[in-house]
């Protein structure tokens, strides 16, 4: 079992910066993609960013240019760095991984969620 736990959430006003972390911890044997998705109320979650093991990133358009993913895979740790922050990206930013469990004879996938982190931008 792989469990996540995010930091860095908060109230920032609009134009302000956020750095969310998200670290990983279990029987870790390979971490593939991590990433970031977001739920804001009344609304689906939705992907923010994402990042292999390879260093391939995806972002979701609304984000671009904004906000940059990163990861420290020795670590098994990704951040979301978030700058020039507006109203519409409060929501609560949940941390994602998926790769592989298990010992040096056997293995197994894994998907895991965090707990989610607050972010307000408000003035």
């Known amino acids: 079992q792989v469990q996540l736990v995010e930091s860095g959430g908060g109230l920032v006003q609009p134009g302000g910066s956020l750095r969310l972390s998200c670290v990983a911890s279990g029987s870790i044997k390979r971490i593939n993609d991590m990433g970031w998705y977001r739920q804001a109320p009344g609304k689906e979650r939705e992907s923010v960013a994402s990042?292999?093991?390879?260093?391939?990133?995806n972002y979701a358009d609304s984000v671009k240019g904004r906000f940059t993913i990163s990861r420290d895979n020795a670590k098994n740790t990704v951040y979301l760095q978030m700058d020039s922050l507006k109203p519409e990206d409060t929501a609560v930013y949940y941390c994602n991984a998926a790769g592989w469990t298990g010992t040096a004879f056997s293995a197994s996938s894994f998907r895991s969620w965090g707990q989610g982190t607050q972010v307000t931008v408000s003035s």
């Open positions: 990042m292999t093991d390879g260093g391939s990133t």
